[in-house]
């Protein structure tokens, strides 16, 4: 239990410490995309400009926003994103992803993986 709050509070510091320290980004005029469907294994990049919507099999993608640091949009590109499922009517992923750590939020979907490649710049 100490270790779990000792991590914790490492983890505050940090976060904290990097938003005192925020970076200059600049607003991507839409985000490639990379969606795996893991059933059949088939990858397919996709391009989306911001507020475009596109159905991948049972998912339908929603790009709001993508940012990335001023001068490197292929660096620390992150992008807000809406997936949902044919007849589902909550979203299976709404959120920030970031392209450098898909990990730290990613879409958990039986099916289907989603990840921010980079921005698109024009």
Not at 26 to 52: C, I, W, Y
Request: glycine residues 10%; proline residues 6%; contains cysteine.
């Amino acid at each position: 239990m100490f270790r779990m709050r000792c991590l914790g509070t490492a983890l505050l510091c940090a976060l904290a410490s990097g938003a005192a320290a925020q970076e200059v980004v600049s607003p991507g005029s839409g985000v490639v995309l990379r969606a795996l469907d893991k059933l059949n294994g088939t990858v397919a990049d996709v391009e989306l400009a911001n507020g475009q919507s596109r159905a991948l099999g049972r998912i339908e993608i929603t790009v709001n926003e993508c940012r990335y640091p001023e001068g490197n949009p292929a660096g620390d590109a992150f992008a807000y994103l809406e997936v949902r499922e044919v007849g589902v009517s909550e979203p299976v992923f709404q959120g920030w992803m970031i392209a450098s750590a898909p990990a730290l939020n990613p879409m958990d979907h039986p099916r289907y993986d989603v990840w921010v490649l980079r921005c698109q710049t024009s």
